[in-house]
């Protein structure tokens, strides 16, 4: 480039200029374009040295590419210098365009530096612009030509081949491939950034497609029932995927699973239930109903899979077969309520579902405000929840809400009257005593369940008949008026003394029976107690008075 005014070399140069610029673009990795930037300066521009110095992420510069003497790659490539000595030198020195030129005159106070050098010493310059080995030219490279671009690195040249500093022309030259390599390392680290984007999203899908193929196999071959159901929207609560376990516990295929939600499934007492547990994920027992009209017991087990953007889309439900262990559990719950001999329910059980129906504040028949009257009200929180009522509806004025009905007996001593109430029936065999020394326990027995199966059949559905114990029972029965009660009590006697067949042999025994009446305000063991005074007023009542009018007499 000694004769850069001839306009023949200046053609040439472009030329150059334009092919390393070409290489540049060529390049396909950051490492090549780097490469390429330092073997571009060596060939294209007319300099023996040129490194390339790229800013790290800490903002040290390291030298990432040297071109143009194996003996200096291999004392320079991979060290570094940091930005405070970088930007001393950027800062000094004659400014040549964006260039920055540090003669040799001024460079000696760098030696002691920690940026990577080869410089070396030699003679004085014989003449004004030739090249000295203490000289030092850098070409920042920025990442646009705006002011207060990001620093991408520096290029720093030695040794031109003409031995001279460069003229005008050649210190543009310079400069437009300094700017032209900072785009090239700009679009090489983009590249490079892309390609491992897209290999942490390909590595990412693999991922998901083997998480899903796992989340598959687990779904599908799980041995108790899995299913996904829609949650939100207008197909709330409809079931997207069964497997096979779950069709296989309730008799349905999995095509047909799809057309229910599991609110069609659940037995009718248990929907409050799903639907709490629906929308609050979690677990409850309850019963779903099999392909053939009967229920199964389950355990359901909800997990909402929600989205970061939408909230809740899905619902994720396990369900386990627990019909052996429910039953196990409702025979062990029938036993301790109810007697082991005839079935009925148990002096215990009796007394719940008495005092069920009582509390402690009584109510007069005829009071004019039911609101004043009313006992407290009992199992609130229970009763609302039960039935969707939710805080803001329980914190609302009840007004006269009361859920609970209050038991009042009905006035004796009126002939007349028409007024109901739960009427308290306690029966004392007659002659049980005698059969069972006579004959045994074993014929006791058989009189006892024989007796619990007549008068099980003598009531109404839904009225209580207990064995109280020993030969003692009592039944429940409400919404009688007094005169309904003493045509049961003879009902019920009438359906006991008819001779019972034991073993071949024929047995009687007789009853009396004693009308209490069940009130709020009063116990349990009261009313037990009061009907149990009642029958033995009338067991007296009846030993004092003919055999033969036994069977017609009323407690």
């Known amino acids: 480039m000694d004769t850069e005014s001839e306009p023949y070399v200046r053609l040439a140069t472009l030329r150059q200029l334009h092919q390393v610029v070409a290489d540049l673009n060529t390049a396909r990795s950051l490492a090549d374009t780097l490469q390429a930037v330092a073997n571009g300066v060596v060939r294209g521009l007319g300099y023996e040295l040129a490194a390339v110095n790229l800013v790290r992420p800490d903002g040290d510069l390291v030298v990432a590419a040297f071109a143009g003497s194996s003996a200096g790659e291999a004392l320079l490539l991979g060290r570094a210098g940091s930005r405070t000595s970088w930007e001393r030198r950027l800062t000094m020195g004659e400014r040549w365009g964006t260039l920055r030129f540090i003669p040799h005159t001024e460079g000696w106070v760098l030696i002691d530096d920690d940026v990577p050098q080869w410089h070396t010493e030699g003679p004085l ?231 069920s129906r009582l509390c402690p504040r009584p109510q007069d028949r005829d009071a004019d405000d039911p609101a004043e009257a009313a006992g407290p009200v009992q199992g609130l929180d229970d009763f609302a929840f039960s039935y969707g009522y939710g805080p803001d509806e329980m914190a609302a004025p009840l007004g006269t809400l009361d859920s609970h009905t209050h038991t009042v007996a009905p006035d004796e001593t009126d002939e007349e009257t028409t007024a109901k109430g739960l009427a308290v029936l306690f029966c004392d065999l007659d002659g049980f005593k005698s059969i069972n020394d006579r004959f045994g326990h074993h014929t006791g027995d058989a009189v006892l369940i024989e007796v619990a199966r007549r008068l099980t059949a003598a009531v109404r559905d839904g009225d209580t008949v207990a064995r109280l114990g020993g030969d003692e029972f009592v039944v429940l029965a409400d919404h009688l008026t007094p005169a309904d009660a003493a045509d049961l009590a003879v009902r019920l006697r009438n359906a006991i003394i008819p001779p019972i067949r034991v073993d071949g042999r024929a047995v009687r025994v007789g009853a009396s029976f004693g009308i209490g009446w069940a009130g709020c305000g009063m116990t349990a063991e009261e009313v037990l107690h009061s009907a149990d005074q009642r029958m033995y007023i009338e067991k007296r009542s009846r030993s004092a008075s003919s055999p033969r009018n036994n069977h017609r007499r009323a407690g």
């Open 125 to 355: 310059p014989r003449f004004a612009d030739e090249w000295h080995p203490g000289d030092r030219l850098y070409a920042p490279m920025y990442s646009s030509q705006s002011v207060g671009s990001e620093l991408i690195g520096v290029i720093s040249v030695d040794q031109p081949a003409n031995g001279r500093h460069p003229g005008p022309w050649g210190c543009e030259a310079l400069q437009m491939f300094a700017f032209q390599s900072g785009i090239a390392i700009s679009n090489a680290r983009l590249r490079a950034n892309m390609q491992r984007a897209l290999v942490r999203l390909e590595r990412d899908q693999q991922a998901l497609r083997a998480s899903e193929e796992s989340f598959r196999q687990a779904f599908e071959y799980a041995p108790s029932g899995m299913a996904i159901a829609e949650m939100g929207g207008d197909q709330h609560g409809k079931l997207l995927r069964a497997n096979d376990a779950l069709c296989r516990l309730l008799g349905r295929s999995a095509s047909t699973m799809r057309r229910f939600s599991f609110s069609d499934l659940v037995h009718p007492e248990d929907v409050g239930l799903l639907l709490r547990t629906s929308a609050e994920g979690g677990r409850a027992e309850l019963r779903l109903a099999r392909r053939d009209g009967s229920y199964v017991w389950v355990s359901l087990r909800n997990s909402v899979v929600a989205d970061t953007a939408d909230g809740p889309r899905f619902l994720l439900t396990h369900v386990e077969d627990i019909e052996e262990r429910k039953s196990r559990e409702i025979q062990l719950a029938h036993r301790a309520s109810h007697d082991s001999l005839t079935g009925l329910p148990n002096s215990a059980e009796l007394r719940a579902r008495l005092s």
